[in-house]
C-alpha cells in the first residue's frame, strides 16, 4: 500500500472550505481568510457573512439592497470596527496638573479695585476626593484686598486664565461681568459656557460650563469690612449637573493649549 507524502499532499477541495466556513464564528473567519487566496475566497463569499451581518448589524445589512456591489463580508467589517471605537477609551492625556498654573483676577468695575488675585500652580492644588475638575483655593490678605461694602451689591470682572508653566500656551476659561453681594456667609456664584474643541464648528455647543464660586465673611476684628475666603473653580457639565473628571478636564484643555 503506499503511503502519500506531506509534500504530494493537496488543498482541501473547495467545497469542504464552504461546509467548514459555516461552523465558525466571524473571528475564526477572519484567521481563516489569511491562508491563502483560495481560502480567502471561499471565507468571504456572502451567503456565509450575510446571517452573520444580518444577524449582529441589520441596519447596515440593509445597504446591501442599494449597494449590492459592497460584499456582506466588508460591511460586516465596517460595522465591527465601528462598534469598537465606540467603546474604546479615551486617549492619555499629554500633560497633568503640575503643567499648569491657574490665573485668577476679580476687580471691582467701579475704580477698578482688586477684590481677588490668585495665581497658583497645579503643583499646589487640593484635588477633590471624588476625583473630579473642581479646586478650592483659600485667599490670604496678599491675594484679596478687604471691601467696607457691607452686603453691597457691585458689578465685577472676572477673568480666569489657564497657564502653561512652560509659558508656551494660555487658554481662557472665563472672562465674565456680572454683580457679586458683599455679604458674611454668602456666595457669590458665575458660569460661562466653554467653547468646543476645536475639531468641531462654531455653532455646536460644549455642554461644558467654566464655574467660579466666591465665598464672602467678615474680618474677626470686628467693623463692616467683608473679603473673600475662598474661591472654587471647576469645570461643570450642564447636562447632568456635575463636575467632569479631572483627566477630562485635562483634556478638553489639551485641545487649545496643544492645537494639532
Not at 140 to 164: A, G
Not at 188 to 200: A, H, I, M, T
Not at 228 to 250: A, C, Q
Request: net charge positive.
Amino acid at each position: 500500500m503506499s503511503t502519500r507524502s506531506p509534500k504530494s499532499s493537496s488543498p482541501p477541495p473547495w467545497g469542504v472550505l464552504v461546509l467548514l466556513a459555516h461552523h465558525l464564528d466571524p473571528k475564526s473567519l477572519g484567521v481563516a481568510s489569511c491562508v491563502s487566496k483560495s481560502w480567502y475566497l471561499s471565507m468571504a463569499s456572502d451567503h456565509i457573512w450575510q446571517p452573520l451581518c444580518m444577524s449582529h448589524y441589520p441596519s447596515l445589512s440593509n445597504l446591501k439592497i442599494t449597494h449590492p456591489s459592497v460584499s456582506y463580508h466588508r460591511l460586516y467589517a465596517m460595522a465591527y470596527v465601528a462598534a469598537k471605537r465606540r467603546v474604546r477609551g479615551p486617549s492619555v492625556p499629554q500633560f497633568s496638573m503640575d503643567s499648569l498654573i491657574f490665573d485668577i483676577h476679580i476687580l471691582g468695575t467701579k475704580g477698578n479695585h482688586p477684590i481677588v488675585k490668585i495665581a497658583k500652580p497645579g503643583n499646589e492644588f487640593c484635588f477633590d476626593h471624588n476625583g473630579v475638575f473642581r479646586f478650592d483655593f483659600g485667599v490670604n490678605n496678599y491675594e484679596c484686598l478687604t471691601s467696607s461694602m457691607n452686603e453691597m451689591l457691585e458689578d465685577v470682572k472676572i477673568t480666569w486664565n489657564v497657564v502653561l508653566k512652560d509659558w508656551s500656551a494660555v487658554f481662557t476659561m472665563m472672562d465674565y461681568e456680572g454683580k457679586v453681594r458683599y455679604s458674611p456667609g454668602s456666595e457669590g456664584w458665575f458660569s460661562q459656557e466653554l467653547p468646543p474643541p476645536r475639531c468641531c464648528s462654531g455653532d455646536s455647543t460644549s455642554g461644558i460650563v467654566a464655574d467660579l464660586k466666591l465665598v464672602f465673611y467678615r474680618r474677626k476684628d470686628g467693623g463692616d469690612k467683608i473679603r473673600v475666603d475662598k474661591v472654587s473653580v471647576g469645570i461643570l457639565n450642564v447636562v447632568n449637573w456635575r463636575y467632569v473628571i479631572v483627566e477630562d478636564g485635562i483634556r478638553y484643555l489639551q485641545h487649545f493649549l496643544f492645537p494639532s
